[in-house]
Each structure stands twice: as C-alpha cells, then as structure tokens.
C-alpha cells in the first residue's frame, strides 16, 4: 500500500494549511471537490514571475566502468528548454446584504453562497488542465494538447473508433517529472478572496441593492519536465472489456519513469465503474484501499484513480 511522504504533503491545500491561510485552504479544499488534480499534484513556485522556464531531460544510460590508473569520457544529458505559463482564474460573488446580515452567522453564510461559484471554478481549473489551449491568451497547453496525436509511447492508441470515445491520463508525479505551477512570490500558491465589504450593486433591472461582495482568484498552470512523466491511453471505446482496459493501463504504467514520489490516473466515471467491476476479476492488480488522506479509491498496482468529470465519453478518434 503507498504511504505518504513529502511530495504527496506539498499539495496546494498542504502548503496553505502550513502558512496557516485559512481562506486560501478553504477555498482549495472546496475547489478539489471539482478537481480532484488537486489531491495528488504537488504545487511549486513558477521561477520567473508567471512563466516557468525548465529544463525538460531524457535520462538514458550514462556511466563508464572506470579500470585503475585509467580515465572515463564526460556526458551530459540530452535537454530541451521549455516555458510553461501560469493563468490566472477570476470570479466574483455577491449576495444580499439583508440575506447575510439576518443569517445569524455572517463568515459562515458568505462562505456558504460562496461555495458553488468555488466549486465552479474547481470544475473550470479541471478542464484547462486536461482541455487547455495555449493558442488562447487566458489559457496554457493542457495535457490533451501536449497529447494530441498517438505515438505508441506517450500517446498510445486504444483502437477505438468513431467519436464516442474517450481518455485516460497516467501520471508520474514529483518536483522533476510533473506538477502544478503558481506563480512567484505567491504565499498562498495563487489563491486568493478579496473582501470588497458592503457595496451597492446592480440588480440588472435598473434598480440597486446592498451586498457583500468578494472577488476570488486561482492563479495556476503545470509543466511536464520529463516526457514521459505523463502517457495519454486515447480512443477507448465505451464498449471495451474491463480486463482489456486493466491490461492497457498495466502495459503503460510501467513505462512511467521510475522514482515518482506518486503515481495517479486520471479519468471519468465511466472508466472507473468499469476498474472497480473488474477489480473482483483482477483482485492481484485493481483493488480499492484508502489514500493517504483517508479516502476510499481504487488503485491500479500503484497508480490511484482518480475522477475527473471533464474527461468526456464523447471524445473524437485521435489520429
């Protein structure tokens, strides 16, 4: 059974929890409801204000063995230069004055009409991190973009045709192989509420009324510094046998890279009703445990299945 360790605690909802933020946590915490990247993927400080720029390595065999008295030959590692950018996640919420002020318990009525718009943005956060689109000024490159057409090695092709299909992601995870970015100088990785107080708003009829009024932001993004720190398995049909999708997900989590600190699976709930079917067929490598948090999940060998509803089921044939 995995166990917790360091990169697992330097989540977003770790790091806040240590800076003793508690508006910033709770607002992680109810976002995670939505995006369930959140529970798994460590946050570091992007190094060059809202871009991160790095050194993405493919790590092949190096070494000589050295006779005595005798020298060995220099190495360097084979690298490419790449720029990842952080965006920026914006809402604002406004409720009746009268409504808050007659609640008994204001900070916990504004939290509560606050909760569906955070949950919204966790759902918003969850689909640019696997449908974002560099191309748009507002966006970065997702993991569906960075993983667009199969390759038999980070992409790999389930077969499926026509265009009722669908994705699964397979994660390693750790500070040099794939994480989620905030921005530098951040103290609370990118999260924030303002309090704007009681203002007069709008109501859009031509009338106004008093509110309390908060603008919310998540500033975040991700980079991948090793290829193969992330494998997309694309066009599986929705018709495919459970042990066939367990015997592709063993097949590509092995070439994951060795090390990672985590290893997690991204999907939609269709893929995981048909894990936990076959788990009674293939109880030596699917079962379900608690995570290190506690929560009851299924696991594939290592890798934890996680949900994310954003993967759709009617995803087009990648070519």
Not at 25 to 33: F, G
Not at 150 to 166: F, H, K, P, R
Not at 170 to 191: M, N, R
């Amino acid at each position: 059974m995995p166990t917790l360790n360091m990169e697992d605690q330097m989540t977003a909802l770790e790091i806040v929890r240590r800076a003793n933020a508690p508006e910033p946590y709770n607002i992680i915490e109810l976002m995670r409801m939505t995006n369930e990247m959140l529970i798994d993927v460590p946050a570091y400080e992007a190094n060059s204000g809202t871009i991160n720029k790095a050194l993405q390595r493919n790590i092949k065999p190096m070494g000589e063995h050295r006779i005595y008295n005798r020298g060995v030959g220099k190495a360097a590692t084979q690298t490419t230069q790449i720029e990842d950018r952080v965006a920026m996640l914006a809402e604002y919420s406004q409720v009746d004055a009268d409504l808050i002020e007659h609640s008994g318990n204001k900070a916990g009525a504004l939290m509560s009409e606050s909760k569906g718009i955070i949950k919204g943005m966790g759902l918003t956060q969850a689909h640019t991190l696997i449908h974002g689109d560099e191309s748009k000024d507002d966006e970065f490159a997702g993991l569906m973009s960075r993983r667009y057409k199969c390759d038999g090695v980070n992409t790999i092709d389930a077969q499926g045709t026509g265009s009722n299909l669908t994705s699964i992601y397979l994660c390693a995870i750790g500070q040099d192989l794939f994480h989620l970015l905030y921005p530098q100088g951040s103290k609370t990785v990118g999260v924030e509420r303002e309090d704007l107080g009681r203002v007069h708003v709008s109501d859009g009829k031509g009338g106004e009324f008093p509110a309390y009024k908060s603008y919310f932001k998540a500033a975040y993004g991700l980079t991948i510094k090793v290829p193969d720190a992330v494998k997309r398995i694309c066009n599986i049909p929705g018709n495919i046998d459970g042990n066939d999708l367990v015997d592709l997900i063993i097949a590509a989590s092995y070439k994951l890279p060795q090390g990672a600190s985590t290893y997690a699976m991204y999907s939609n709930v269709d893929i995981l009703i048909k894990l936990d079917k076959a788990a009674r067929y293939k109880g030596n490598v699917v079962y379900n445990a608690s995570d290190p948090w506690g929560k009851e999940i299924t696991y594939v060998r290592d890798l934890r299945c996680r949900r994310m509803d954003v993967i759709t089921s009617k995803e087009e044939r990648v070519a």
